[in-house]
């Protein structure tokens, strides 16, 4: 397992600005993500971060809007830019500490609760 | 595309009885199915797996199954109690792809 602490946990943010979530891991993982959820909806994964290079997004989500740095194995952060009140969501970290062959279980952050006024 | 549907509708249940949530999965094969559990302001915490070959899994009061045929998981709570009250995703997978969750069901045991 794998505990996971998120920075802040909740903010109220004006449009136009931007805001970095922080997500910390108290162990090497290789494989980390960032998901987004909105009441009563799915998780929607954003990207995955890679270490050492750039991140992985999935379709919807450009880099521009959600740049995300790893620096190492154990920390990440993704930013919200410019934001508008569509982005508030709750952002959630998650990571799969061992890969068990095909098998990943996820580990989840606390989540960071942002809405944007 | 592939889905993972969960029923949306809240389930209410009377403590000590069993609450059974369903997961049906639609243009997907998936290898393995898990269930989560989501608090109000938490994030979701891992609680079971269950592979394709395997039809049942118990932990403890939960128990998962997994029909191939029907595209379906269920997830049972034996002798329910309020403290199980959450919302509860179901989650599949398979090497060839990310993980993909359902939105999740709400549970509510009442005394």
């Known amino acids: 397992s794998a505990v996971i602490s998120q920075k802040p946990s909740r903010d109220i943010c004006q449009r136009g600005t931007s805001l970095t979530i922080q997500c910390q891991v108290d162990?090497?993982?290789?494989?980390m993500f960032w998901y987004r959820q909105q009441p009563g909806q799915s998780l929607t994964l954003i990207a995955t971060?890679?270490?050492?290079?750039?991140?992985?997004?999935e379709s919807g989500f450009v880099i521009d809007k959600f740049p995300i740095s790893r620096p190492n194995l154990t920390f990440s952060t993704l930013t919200v830019s410019n934001m508008s009140p569509e982005d508030s969501s709750i952002y959630l970290c998650?990571?799969?500490?061992?890969?068990?062959?095909?098998?990943?279980?996820?580990?989840f952050g606390p989540g960071t609760r942002l809405l944007v006024l | 595309s592939q889905k993972i549907e969960q029923n949306s509708e809240a389930l209410n249940i009377q403590e000590g009885k069993t609450a059974t949530l369903t997961c049906n999965y639609t243009?997907?094969?998936?290898?393995?199915l898990q269930w989560y559990r989501q608090d109000p302001g938490r994030g979701p915490v891992f609680l079971l797996l269950?592979?394709?070959?395997?039809k049942e899994k118990r932990k403890e009061r939960l128990k998962v199954t997994f029909d191939t045929t029907l595209k379906q998981s269920l997830f049972h709570i034996t002798a329910s109690q309020p403290a199980d009250s959450a919302t509860y995703l179901c989650?599949?997978?398979?090497?060839?792809?990310?993980?993909?969750f359902g939105s999740g069901t709400r549970l509510s045991i009442r005394p």
């Open positions: 998650s990571v799969v500490p061992q890969r068990e062959g095909r098998v990943q279980t996820q580990y």
């Open positions: 162990s090497q993982v290789t494989m």
């Open positions: 971060a890679n270490q050492g290079s750039e991140a992985t997004y």
């Open positions: 243009n997907y094969s998936p290898a393995y």
């Open positions: 269950i592979r394709e070959n395997e």
């Open positions: 989650a599949a997978g398979s090497s060839a792809s990310k993980i993909i």
